[in-house]
């Protein structure tokens, strides 16, 4: 019988052993991983292109490339997409980000074959309507004045402008500007630019039984997309001066902060460690920044601190919301908690917090096959060292005060951080 008296056993985390994924090139240049589990019912696909806003000339090309391929195929209209989704119970939709765009089916496994052609004739034979385009160009644009009007979404672009220059393709947000010049012609050369099945790959997970592989080759090797106007885009990423911007926004009560600076490719041997400094710093609930700042001063609700990698650069950011008259005192706040971390070995108590607290949450992000086939994809697209998340467990188990207090000193200098405000100071 279970004695209720007792708390359940504990154990370290040593290690963890994530499920390795069968890789399969097919014929016409598509590389397919699969990862299986049948525990569940349930599939999904992940169609990854070399099609992200780095490789655009046209900002908001490859948002809206991505989406018009919902708009139109070959074989199916968009109320035909949307209808056949809709009725085996799926989801298919996009995701486009600062490098690549995603395309992702998630179905039950049994419904897989009926729903293949459909998702593959979006992908290879999409034929950009009209009028559809004029009508999505509407709703996007619509949709950018409401986010133009957030301090938050103002904020973030006016840092990362001081971080990589207006116009890098980094940067976040777009401009109303930016979408009244862009044509359909612009999202038909950005596909045929960008899209090629040599350089697809594509993530299955789940159920994945000896027939329903044969189903999904036998469809994914009939996809022939080749790039008919090749573009290779390159861009610099230059070392811009430190500087404080504010974006007035005379009638606003509160003020956005953004506090950031450019930091090391998540390849770096600092990396990992510095994923620990963050934690710390403001990366959840308890941490000095929200003891500070929420806790102690009451100026916010929150406030975090974030790094985020990409394929090509990676940046460190703190983003708070606060009441406009105390934007210069939260600010001060940042910096004293940041000098602390210089100045101060962090405490063993508050660092054995934060290490179990971490080990916690990475165990519980791969409780599923979906999450697990996520770290799988940021171990192949970022090209990391398959023991990276290994790696990342012994990190924290082992990482000293001293070496965090080391690190805070390089990388958090107070001088090389960028202040981005969207709103207003107390006068």
């Known amino acids: 019988m279970l004695d209720r008296t007792k708390a359940p056993e504990t154990y370290e985390?040593?290690?963890?052993?994530?499920?390795?994924?069968e890789v399969q090139h097919l014929p016409n240049g598509v590389k397919l991983h699969m990862i299986k589990n049948e525990t569940q019912p349930v599939i999904r696909l992940d169609f990854v292109f070399n099609a992200g806003?780095?490789?655009?000339?046209?900002?908001?090309?490859?948002?809206?490339?991505?989406?018009?391929?919902?708009?139109?195929?070959?074989?199916?209209?968009?109320?035909?997409?949307?209808?056949?989704v809709a009725y085996y119970g799926a989801s298919f939709d996009s995701n486009h980000g600062y490098d690549r765009t995603e395309f992702t089916l998630y179905c039950l496994s049994k419904h897989l074959k009926a729903l293949l052609p459909l998702v593959c004739d979006v992908i290879q034979n999409p034929v950009f309507p009209e009028e559809e385009f004029d009508?999505?160009?509407?709703?996007?644009?619509?949709?950018?004045?409401?986010?133009?009007?957030?301090?938050?979404?103002?904020?973030?672009?006016?840092?990362?402008?001081?971080?990589?220059?207006?116009?890098?393709?980094?940067?976040?947000?777009?401009?109303?500007?930016?979408?009244?010049?862009?044509?359909?012609?612009?999202?038909?050369?950005?596909?045929?630019?960008?899209?090629?099945s040599n350089q697809l790959e594509i993530f299955a997970c789940g159920d994945l039984d000896r027939?329903?592989?044969?189903?999904?080759?036998?469809?994914?090797?009939?996809?022939?997309?080749?790039?008919?106007?090749?573009?290779?885009?390159?861009?610099?990423?230059?070392?811009?001066?430190?500087?404080?911007?504010?974006?007035?926004?005379?009638?606003?009560l509160q003020s956005s902060i953004r506090v950031g600076k450019r930091f090391p490719l998540i390849q770096d041997l600092d990396y990992l460690k510095l994923k620990v400094l963050n934690e710390i710093l403001g990366g959840y609930f308890g941490s000095r920044l929200m003891r500070n700042i929420r806790e102690d001063k009451g100026y916010?609700?929150?406030?975090?601190?974030?790094?985020?990698?990409?394929?090509?650069?990676?940046?460190?950011?703190?983003?708070?919301?606060?009441?406009?008259?105390?934007?210069?005192?939260?600010?001060?706040?940042?910096?004293?908690?940041?000098?602390?971390?210089?100045?101060?070995?962090?405490?063993?108590?508050?660092?054995?917090?934060?290490?179990?607290?971490?080990?916690?949450?990475?165990?519980?992000?791969?409780?599923?096959?979906?999450?697990?086939?996520?770290?799988?994809?940021?171990?192949?697209?970022?090209?990391?060292?398959?023991?990276?998340?290994?790696?990342?467990?012994?990190?924290?188990?082992t990482i000293t005060a001293p070496e965090l207090k080391g690190l805070a000193q390089k990388y958090l200098d107070i001088d090389s951080l960028h202040i981005a405000i969207a709103g207003r100071k107390a006068e």
Request: proline fraction near 3%; hydrophobic fraction near 35%.
């Open 13 to 21: 985390i040593d290690a963890v052993t994530l499920q390795i994924a």
């Open 53 to 84: 806003k780095w490789y655009e000339a046209h900002p908001g090309a490859s948002d809206l490339t991505a989406k018009m391929l919902f708009e139109g195929s070959l074989h199916y209209t968009a109320r035909q997409i949307a209808d056949q």
């Open 135 to 196: 009508l999505l160009k509407q709703r996007t644009i619509q949709n950018l004045r409401v986010q133009r009007q957030k301090n938050n979404y103002l904020a973030t672009q006016a840092l990362t402008q001081q971080l990589y220059g207006e116009n890098h393709p980094y940067v976040f947000g777009l401009e109303e500007s930016h979408l009244n010049q862009l044509t359909l012609a612009t999202l038909k050369q950005f596909y045929a630019s960008r899209y090629d």
């Open 211 to 252: 027939t329903i592989e044969e189903e999904l080759k036998e469809s994914l090797q009939s996809l022939n997309i080749n790039r008919k106007e090749p573009i290779e885009a390159t861009h610099q990423i230059l070392e811009l001066k430190p500087q404080e911007t504010i974006v007035k926004m005379p009638d606003s």
């Open 300 to 397: 916010t609700y929150g406030i975090h601190s974030v790094i985020s990698p990409k394929e090509k650069d990676s940046i460190f950011y703190i983003g708070t919301d606060v009441n406009y008259a105390v934007t210069d005192k939260t600010i001060e706040e940042i910096k004293k908690e940041i000098l602390q971390l210089q100045q101060e070995d962090v405490p063993e108590e508050e660092l054995h917090t934060v290490k179990n607290y971490m080990l916690g949450k990475f165990i519980n992000n791969i409780a599923t096959i979906f999450d697990q086939a996520d770290k799988y994809k940021r171990v192949v697209l970022h090209d990391l060292d398959p023991n990276h998340y290994n790696q990342y467990i012994t990190t924290i188990r």
